[in-house]
């Protein structure tokens, strides 16, 4: 649930900021105040409402644009982001593990969080570069039952013109990499991995890779137009037409304030005032 909360989230920054950002101005200014705004307003809901935001707008991505592209579209939205490793979790054979793929440097960052483990560190900017680049894909795995976190997972990518892209376990840690993984945590690794090996997960991955390897050409061409557009539309529909215009006011507010005191300092920066 954090991480399908994490991935609205981050969605919702980044289409604010880029729809909202004014020529000439800072996407990285623009971004604080559409993270701080949209914060905001996911701090008013309890866990659980985040929760269940998340799994509506998650369904109804879904029906908008096919499950099959849904993670084409999350996974171009954003340079930061890499590719996820399936489209939906996967539940092991004996339905003891949940897995969730980590897909930004934002969520394994939480991930260091919540499993307090080395990426928390100073280990953690080549894990997020090799997420990044395709190069090793990460997933967390929790009881299926009580949502606890069991272990950590980094699969390490071999797609050197084989018919199969291949994974193999980089490392696999139980929280506060101290004891080893479970044994059912082993065995769930293991099926994920069977798992990767099929027609579908297959052709999910090698569009990932090309897609990743190519997100400049597809920026340059335009391509993620349609993505943002249902991407936009989806969320609009659940968080509702009232909080999405009230947030899209609140981030309009704060960067018009924003530009006119840089006008007003001589093109200093200001501090932003963010109208939460």
């Known amino acids: ?43 008013k809901l309890s866990a659980a409402q985040q929760v269940a935001l998340a799994e509506r707008y998650r369904e109804e991505l879904a029906r908008s644009v096919g499950a099959d592209v849904l993670a084409d579209q999350i996974g171009l939205l954003r340079g930061a982001r890499g590719w996820p490793l399936f489209p939906a979790d996967y ?33 953690f900017d ?17 009881d299926a039952r009580t949502a606890r976190p069991c272990s950590l997972a980094e699969l390490a990518v071999d797609d050197r013109g084989g018919v199969l892209i291949r994974l193999s376990v980089a490392q696999h840690q139980a929280p506060g990499n101290g004891e080893a993984p479970s044994p059912e945590c082993r065995a769930a690794l ?3 991995l069977r798992f990767t090996r099929t027609a579908p997960i297959q ?29 936009a539309q989806s969320l609009w529909k659940v ?10 006011q609140r981030i309009t507010t704060a960067v018009r304030g924003r530009h006119e005191n840089s006008a007003g300092a001589g093109g200093r920066s200001t501090q932003l005032a963010l109208p939460l």
């Open 190 to 192: 293991a099926g994920l």
């Open 239 to 248: 968080i509702g037409s009232p909080g999405m215009a009230a947030i899209v």
């Open 126 to 142: 080549g894990y997020a570069s090799r997420l990044v680049a395709g190069s090793a894909f990460y997933v967390a795995l929790f």
């Open 1 to 43: 649930g954090v991480v399908r909360v994490a991935q609205m989230r981050d969605t919702l920054v980044e289409l604010l900021a880029e729809t909202l950002r004014p020529q000439r101005s800072s996407k990285a200014a623009v971004t604080k105040v559409a993270a701080a705004v949209v914060d905001g307003f996911l701090l």
């Open 203 to 231: 052709s999910h991955l090698r569009k990932g890779l090309l897609a990743m390897r190519g997100r400049a050409a597809s920026t340059r061409t335009g391509s993620r137009v349609i993505g943002r557009s249902a991407l």
């Open 91 to 123: 539940v092991s054979p004996d339905r003891s593990r949940r897995v969730t793929a980590v897909c930004s440097r934002q969520e394994l960052r939480r991930c260091g969080a919540v499993f307090g483990n080395c990426l928390r560190g100073s280990h």
